[in-house]
């Protein structure tokens, strides 16, 4: 499912001026400056590269600039865009038309440069080489890896800007600024835990906050129980990297391998990401061939509780879908699947699942996030097939009719 983009937080607070960039702020002055002296006839370099982690403003910047500056951006995913004939295309044409049409200078923005660095691109490469020397418009590009070798040359004639992770303090003051906008209530320590974890990544922290604060009265360090999230987002998008470039059956069935989640929750990534691998629509038709195919199996395994098929649920799932697309490389930006379900999961929900997680807890003596992790996931097997089983371990941790209802699957969001 769809997210629309203002529904998210990051876009909603994302910076309007150069002075609200945090953290970065020096750079995007830097940056703020190039361009003021491009406007005025300045331009000892036709080109300036930002480079750094994600999330830490490379692209709000530029918007940023564009925004208080009144300039107009013509913006290309150089990820997106793999061959040289689009580039010159759309690069390399605005930046001869907007000399004719008008005066006024546009900003090239070449977004995920590092996106065209495979050698397949090098006539990519070759042909930004060749507008970099002749725009009359200034270039930015962004990156989050400026170093490929295949870069070099574009290097030499930019003006390199290195963005930094941001601190846990200039996360937590974006943090508490959005808190205070959205009028969510909070423990301090709870924003310091999810500005921790973000690792310097400040899209990811106002993701996380948007998560854990919607619909909660105020946000409680408790409420912070799923903070091993970020980990395991890196972990699926590792596993989602080595399905798709897998170039054998075995390194795409064994994708999942690597991952402590449960099937279910892994197909909802694999379905939410797939189509950014296709080509065609004919590719896209057999992704979609597969993953209905992998759904109809997962749900005849839950329903008769026959795992002996588990197998082939498996294997349409990776190698199915994995050899049905063509555009298996390059820089993919992954969405978090179902957002949507996600943020509208009720408090009630959370709680529930909370409460839950708490109850294991204290019998088991373990985290409550490894609670979540683990041990959730075989619960949920073990309600969803096993009657007997369940019933003792209901008794066992005293879970409440609604939880046990939860975890069959009887209760939905
Ligand atoms: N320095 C910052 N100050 C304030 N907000 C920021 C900053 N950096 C990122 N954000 C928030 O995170 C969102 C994403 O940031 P942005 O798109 O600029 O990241 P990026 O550096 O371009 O990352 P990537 O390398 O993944 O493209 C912004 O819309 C904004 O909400
Ligand atoms: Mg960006």
Redesign the pocket.
């Known amino acids: 499912m769809l997210v629309r983009p203002e529904q998210l937080?990051?876009?909603?607070?994302?910076?309007r001026t150069v002075d609200?960039?945090?953290?970065?702020?020096a750079k995007?002055k830097e940056v703020l400056k190039w361009i003021e002296d491009w406007i005025n006839g300045k331009r000892d370099k036709k080109a300036i590269l930002?480079y750094?982690?994600?999330?830490?403003?490379?692209?709000?910047?530029v918007?940023a600039i564009a925004a208080q500056l009144g300039l107009d951006i013509l913006e290309v995913n150089a990820s997106d865009k793999r061959n040289a004939e689009s580039i010159k295309n759309i690069v390399g044409a605005a930046s001869i038309q907007a000399s004719l049409l008008s005066s006024k200078i546009r900003i090239i923005l070449i977004?995920?440069v590092d996106g065209i660095s495979g050698t397949e691109d090098r006539g990519g490469i070759n042909e930004l080489i060749k507008i970099l020397k002749s725009t009359v418009n200034p270039i930015i590009m962004?990156?989050?890896d400026p170093w490929s070798p295949n870069l070099r040359s574009i290097r030499d004639l930019c003006l390199m800007v290195q963005?930094r992770r941001?601190t846990p303090a200039?996360v937590l003051s974006?943090l508490k600024k959005i808190c205070e906008l959205e009028g969510v209530k909070y423990d301090e320590a709870a924003l310091k835990k999810i500005a921790e974890a973000s690792g310097g990544?400040?899209?990811s922290a106002?993701n996380d906050l948007q998560f854990f604060a919607e619909g909660v009265g105020k946000l409680r360090e408790e409420d912070i129980i799923f903070s091993g999230s970020r980990d395991r987002t890196a972990q699926v998008f590792e596993a989602l990297k080595q399905l798709f470039e897998a170039k054998n059956l075995d390194s795409a069935r064994t994708a999942y391998n690597m991952l402590d989640m449960d099937y279910d929750m892994f197909f909802k990534w694999v379905a939410e990401n797939a189509y950014l691998h296709a080509k065609t629509p004919g590719e896209l038709e057999n992704v979609y061939d597969y993953l209905s195919k992998a759904d109809m199996l997962l749900s005849r395994i839950i329903r008769t509780n026959n795992w002996s098929i588990l197998k082939y649920f498996i294997l349409f799932l990776t190698a199915g879908v994995s050899f049905s697309v063509t555009d298996k490389y390059g820089y993919k930006?992954y969405l978090f699947p179902s957002w949507i379900n996600l943020l509208s999961a009720s408090k009630k929900k959370r709680q529930l699942v909370e409460n839950i997680c708490l109850k294991v807890k204290v019998k088991c003596h373990i985290s409550v996030k490894k609670a979540y992790s683990v041990f959730l996931p075989f619960l949920k097997i073990i309600f969803q097939n096993n009657t007997n089983k369940a019933v003792k371990l209901a008794e066992y941790f005293e879970f409440t009719d609604e939880e046990v209802n939860w975890l069959t699957g009887r209760l939905k969001n």
């Not at 937080?9 to 910076?15: G, I, L, Q, V």
């Not at 750094?52 to 910047?61: F, V």
């Open positions: 937080w990051t876009e909603k607070y994302r910076p609200q960039i945090t953290g970065n702020h995007a930002l750094g982690p994600p999330g830490t403003g490379k692209t709000a910047t918007h977004d995920e962004a990156a989050n963005y941001a200039s974006i990544d400040i899209r106002i930006k």
